[in-house]
């Protein structure tokens, strides 16, 4: 799947890299706890990801679907130490070109479908 690739890049010791799986006019909204994200094109996406603190977290997806262009993911983030910090959900719509197009991903620290690694229980 291609968000999976994505993250996998973001995740990676280049995570710029995840710009060669986008369109040049990508759309994105991402749905944070300190506020919304949103824009167009590659430039705009460079400049979240290249302002993201280095610390070490990953995207773990644990559930994954696909509809003709559309794929949609649900998973949690983790630190470097395995601790789950919070779930996500991303949806991306595929291009003809199979990059994404559009993108919205929705994240929070403590509302999650399972249990977070590290969590009270």
Known sequence: MLIDDYFACLDGPNPLSGLDLVEPDI?????????????????????????????????????????GDMEMVYGFISEGDGRGTGGFVSVGLVSENGRLARYQSFFHPSFTMYQLPGAAA
Not at 31 to 36: D, I, K, S, V
Not at 55 to 60: D, E, K, T, Y
């Open 27 to 67: 759309e994105f909204l991402l749905a944070l706890p300190t506020g919304e994200v949103s824009g167009s094109g590659r430039a705009d996406l460079a400049a979240y990801i290249s302002g993201r603190p280095s610390v070490g977290r990953r995207h773990n997806v644990l559930r994954r679907s696909v509809d």
